[in-house]
């Protein structure tokens, strides 16, 4: 259930932010239409840690947004986007989805390769600009 609570505060404030591009995510039915902006949403998640004899437990993750503009067109636009992202999860917020809040402690573009810092990656067709957004969450675990 913890999870499930991180995924949907995410996912939540994101839909809520409006940033006007389609989602694609495990939820969605949008299909990716060639030539439109668009951004993919995920949440990957650390496994959960005891973190006190309190029944408290420690979990770590990124929220990630892939984002996928036409290649040759839209690279100012895609950079823009994920600042105007990282600047609607600014460090050190609170995102809560019921009882679980994550506290967003970095943000990154990671792209590229292993010891490798790129911009982007190339994709047939699109200019790929990947955006995360890491996370601690304590979560109180049932006694």
């Not at 006190?52 to 040759?72: H, V």
């Not at 943000?107 to 390769?113: A, D, E, I, L, S």
């Not at 010891?115 to 304590?138: A, C, D, R």
Request: aromatic letters at 12%; glycine letters at 4%; charged letters at 20%.
């Amino acid at each position: 259930m913890s999870f499930l609570a991180i995924d949907q505060a995410f996912l939540s404030k994101f839909i809520e932010a409006d940033f006007d591009l389609p989602i694609v995510h495990e939820n969605s039915s949008y299909k990716p239409v060639p030539g439109t902006p668009y951004v993919e949403l995920l949440c990957l998640h650390n496994d959960l840690s005891i973190f006190s004899l309190d029944l408290t437990t420690e979990t770590e993750g990124i929220f990630r947004a892939i984002l996928r503009y036409p290649t040759n067109e839209y690279s100012i636009e895609a950079k823009t986007m994920a600042e105007t992202i990282f600047e609607e999860f600014p460090l050190g917020s609170v995102v809560s989805y019921g009882e679980v809040s994550s506290k967003i402690t970095h943000h990154k573009r990671v792209t590229g390769t292993f010891g490798k810092e790129l911009t982007t990656i190339p994709q047939e067709g699109w200019f790929k600009l990947v955006v995360s957004i890491m996370h601690k969450t304590f979560i109180r675990r049932r006694s």
